[in-house]
């Protein structure tokens, strides 16, 4: 099946720092990945769409500039979180798709704790 | 305002019969639906879709039932073993394919021995 990678799967950073997050189609090409954001014992809700080469499209609610989203290629989308604050601390999971195809396929998910 | 709601946050089911977990939609614009099971610290897994323009879809012991009057869909595993053991989230889209999935909050499911 098709397998998605992230790093760092748990990352710790202090408040006003930034961090990346990668994102990897490892077996295909994701011509559209998703970032999506979980909080404990709630949904995951999408974060923002990114088509490869394209300016992701972002949610309602969702601060572009603080969440900066690439795509620069078929098998990697890079999320960064800038200047970032305790309540950005979630779980944050990626995904890709091919095509048009009916799959989105998950990362592990990357934990990030701001203290 | 959750569009996409699992009302059970926990299910126990004994290993061998039958496990039925729901999901309610509002949205009417929704045409395809997924249900995806993920264990902890990891990425959810897909696990079987239906369109809107079906109302059953099978795949060994998963099937989904889809009643679109009732905005309602649910997933049997049957037979119910250990190892599905997880939390398992339904998603739907307005896209007619698996892009802009919105999710329900999860139903943990156990099954026992």
């Known amino acids: 099946g098709a397998v998605v990678s992230q790093h760092p799967s748990w990352v710790i950073c202090k408040s006003g720092t930034s961090v990346k997050i990668e994102c990897r189609s490892l077996d295909f090409q994701a011509t559209t990945m998703f970032w999506y954001r979980q909080f404990p014992k709630q949904s995951l809700m999408l974060m923002a769409t990114s088509n490869e080469g394209s300016k992701a499209t972002y949610e309602q609610g969702v601060e572009k500039d603080k969440f900066l989203i690439n795509h620069a290629s078929l098998t990697l989308s890079t999320l960064t979180v800038t200047s970032a604050h305790p309540e950005d601390s979630s779980f944050y999971i990626c995904?890709?798709?091919?095509?048009?195809?009916?799959?989105?396929?998950f990362g592990p998910g990357t934990r990030l704790t701001v203290t | 305002d959750q569009q996409v709601k699992q009302n059970s946050p926990s299910l126990s089911v004994q290993e061998g019969r039958i496990s039925i977990l729901n999901c309610d939609y509002t949205n009417s614009m929704f045409d395809y639906f997924l249900w995806y099971k993920k264990y902890p610290a990891e990425g959810p897994t897909f696990l079987i879709s239906?369109?809107?323009?079906?109302d059953k879809n099978e795949d060994g012991r998963f099937t989904v039932f889809l009643n679109k009057s009732a905005k309602h869909l649910s997933l049997h595993i049957v037979p119910s073993q250990p190892g599905d053991s997880a939390v398992y989230f339904c998603?739907?889209?307005?896209?007619?394919?698996?892009?802009?999935?919105?999710f329900g909050t999860g139903t943990r499911l156990q099954v026992t021995l």
């Open positions: 239906i369109s809107s323009i079906k």
């Open positions: 995904s890709g798709m091919q095509g048009s195809k009916d799959e989105q396929y």
């Open positions: 998603a739907a889209s307005g896209t007619g394919t698996a892009s802009k999935l919105t």
